[in-house]
T-cell receptor, first 112, second 113 residues
Framework: RKEVEQDPGPFNVPEGATVAFNCTYS??????FFWYRQDCRKEPKLLMS???SGNEDGRFTAQLNRASQYISLLIRDSKLSDSATYLC?????????????FGTGTLLAVQP | DVKVTQSSRYLVKRTGEKVFLECVQD?????MFWYRQDPGLGLRLIYF???????EKGDIPEGYSVSREKKERFSLILESASTNQTSMYLC????????????FGDGTRLSIL
């Protein structure tokens, strides 16, 4: 079983739609969680950290469910510019070394 | 703004060559990382470093080595390049600590012929 699993998609949605991605992780001791965004042939960029109480940044909402070991990302009012691959990222190690484990990503295509 | 700079965007080398990939960050980050990214496999950690002259193996270190002589610079070395090392290579850096995200350079697309 992979340590971090995501539905690869693609998710094809019209502009203005709400879309949600889920990600599951296997290690119950995982320490911290992030969502990254990666455009085609570009580097991953931090979208948001995921906090235990859930957090929101504009049209984006991240949730963490430790009991079920999954993380979600909700995007409201989708824009064409949201088209990208979204990577779920988990830190299992804690401490100073800060090693991260990356999911393989979910591809989102927002259609006009 | 965090800046992680990789020396080349595209690189073509021949089998058996020794290849150097350079990465420089300007945020005084203690931690630096080298990944490779392949379709369907995601990002895989090759090596990382949490201090000058310190290095640790990641998940796929075979065929690679690293050097960190200065805090801001982390080099990845392919000792004898092979075609299965054709990939996108990504460097990242971060502060130490569980809740610190990593910041990536814009990648080097390496082709080994």
């Amino acid at each position: 079983r992979k340590e971090v699993e995501q539905d690869p998609g693609p998710f094809n949605v019209p502009e203005g739609a709400t879309v949600a991605f889920n990600c599951t992780y296997s290690n119950s001791a995982s320490q911290s969680f992030f969502w990254y965004r990666q455009d085609c042939r570009k580097e991953p960029k931090l979208l948001m950290s995921v906090y235990s109480s859930g957090n929101e940044d504009g049209r984006f909402t991240a949730q963490l469910n430790r009991a079920s070991q999954y993380i979600s990302l909700l995007i409201r009012d989708s824009k064409l510019s949201d088209s990208a691959t979204y990577l779920c990222v988990v830190n299992n190690y804690g401490g100073a070394t800060n090693k991260l484990i990356f999911g393989t990503g979910t591809l989102l295509a927002v259609q006009p | 703004d965090v800046k992680v700079t990789q020396s080349s965007r595209y690189l073509v080398k021949r089998t058996g060559e020794k290849v150097f990939l350079e990465c420089v960050q300007d945020m005084d980050h203690e931690n630096m990382f080298w990944y490779r990214q392949d379709p369907g496999l995601g990002l895989r950690l090759i090596y990382f470093s949490y201090d000058v002259k310190m290095k640790e193996k990641g998940d796929i270190p075979e065929g690679y080595s690293v050097s960190r002589e200065k805090k801001e610079r982390f080099s990845l070395i392919l000792e004898s390049a092979s075609t299965n090392q054709t990939s996108m290579y990504l460097c990242a850096s971060s502060f130490p600590g569980t809740y610190q995200p990593q910041h990536f350079g814009d990648g080097t697309r390496l082709s080994i012929l």
